[in-house]
């Protein structure tokens, strides 16, 4: 897929699935298992690369440096970046899109929230004013340079200032020019099918599923039928991995071998496979 394909599957019908990526080779697994696109996370990245919770650390760099590495690895997937709120005000949001649409992103979401950012599930957050943020969006709308690449434009106020201030500053991103809308942690399926009813006829709108977050984590063909465009699940790769992980070195600390886990392993050989080995092996030897 292009950045067309997505901006057009947007104009269509159906949802697209966006599970969370946080390196290359979670990207390839997202590919191979047939997804129509990945949703690279911050908070994955921030969990993956620091070890640390999504209150702020990452820069640019670490958001594009990652981006470069999935893109080069997986060139034609359509890749949803979080760049988090643009990483300080108008001007660096112009400077963030033009580094990660150099880098590879097919779309780029910014928040309203104050800086130091934090996920959107935790509390304690704060946000910027309503005409500051359509003041970003505007910029980073300008900033682009293929018209392909879209700018979603994400609400943290619900938690703040409540749903129908969320609601007006959401209409209000749309007429700065946002190709795509993001409610963060709506709190019932009630909240989900009222943003819908305001929203839907200015532009797509993405679901957030954070297991254990504030909004309830429903299907995919259930969040299509209310009308929504895009469903992510940024953090359930880490969380699945982290799960796997520890159960891997609890039983490697009991046993002091990984054999009575090797069922729950893939193989050397479908290892490489899964990375390409013999073809990249194949591809060498033609220049020997």
Known sequence: MT??????????????????????????????????????????????????????????????????????????????????????????????????????????????????????????KSVISAAEMAGKIRAACDARRDDNTLIIARTDAVAVEGMEAALARAEQYAEAGADVLFVEALRSREDMTAAIARLGSRAPLLANMVEGGKTPVLPAAELEAIGFRIVIFPGGTVRALSFALRDYLATLHAHGTTTPYLDRMLSFQALNDVIGTPEMLALGKQYE
């Open 3 to 124: 950045a067309m394909t997505l901006k057009q599957r947007l104009q269509g019908t159906g949802i697209v699935t966006a599970p969370g990526v946080y390196d290359a080779f979670s990207a390839l697994l997202v590919e191979q298992a047939g997804f129509q696109a990945a949703y690279l996370s911050g908070a994955s990245i921030a969990y993956t690369r620091l070890g640390r919770p999504d209150i702020g650390f990452l820069s640019l760099e670490d958001v594009a440096s990652v981006t470069r590495n999935i893109r080069e690895r997986c060139p034609t997937l359509p890749l949803i970046v979080d760049a988090d709120t643009g990483f300080g005000n108008a001007l660096n949001v112009m400077q963030t899109v033009r580094v990660l649409e150099r880098a590879g992103a097919t779309a780029i979401q910014f928040e309203d929230q104050s800086m130091p950012k934090r996920c959107g599930h935790l509390d304690g």
